[in-house]
Nanobody
Framework: QVQLVESGGGLVQAGGSLRLSCTASGSTFGSYVMGWFRQAHGKQREFVAA????????TYEDSVNGRFTISRDNAKNLVSLQMDNLKPEDTGVYYC???????????????????WGQGTQVTVSS
C-alpha cells in the first residue's frame, strides 16, 4: 500500500481559498486513483473529488463542483486540491486516499480506498 501525508489545511474566511497537498510514498503512485474525502464534526465521511491515474479524468461531489479542482503530478508523487470560494459548510477534516480500483462509478465510495492519510483540518469562518 502507498503511504499518504496531507498538508495545507488551516483557517480561512468564507470566500477565501486553500490548497491541500497529499504526498505519496512508493514508486507506483501513477497506478493509483486518488481521492479526497472530508468529515465534518459529528457527521459521516463524504466524497469530495477523485482523479484518474493519468489525471485525464476527474469527478466531484456536486456541492464543490466549480469551486474545487483536483490535480496530480505523478513525477512528484503529489495530488492537490485547490479550494476556492470556500463556505462554512466546507469545514472538516480532509483526507487523501488511494485506490487501484478502475471503476469510475466506485471512486466516490470510501470503502474502495485501502490507503488513507492522517487528515488535515480545514476551518471556514463565516
Amino acid at each position: 500500500q502507498v503511504q499518504l501525508v496531507e498538508s495545507g489545511g488551516g483557517l480561512v474566511q468564507a470566500g477565501g481559498s486553500l490548497r491541500l497537498s497529499c504526498t505519496a510514498s512508493g514508486s507506483t503512485f501513477g497506478s493509483y486513483v486518488m481521492g479526497w474525502f472530508r468529515q465534518a464534526h459529528g457527521k459521516q465521511r463524504e466524497f469530495v473529488a477523485a482523479i484518474s491515474w493519468s489525471g485525464a479524468t476527474t469527478t466531484y461531489e456536486d456541492s464543490v463542483n466549480g469551486r474545487f479542482t483536483i490535480s496530480r503530478d505523478n513525477a512528484k508523487n503529489l495530488v492537490s486540491l485547490q479550494m476556492d470560494n470556500l463556505k462554512p459548510e466546507d469545514t472538516g477534516v480532509y483526507y487523501c486516499a488511494a485506490t487501484q480500483s478502475g471503476a469510475r462509478t466506485a471512486w466516490s465510495r470510501d470503502e474502495m480506498y485501502p490507503s488513507w492519510g492522517q487528515g488535515t483540518q480545514v476551518t471556514v469562518s463565516s
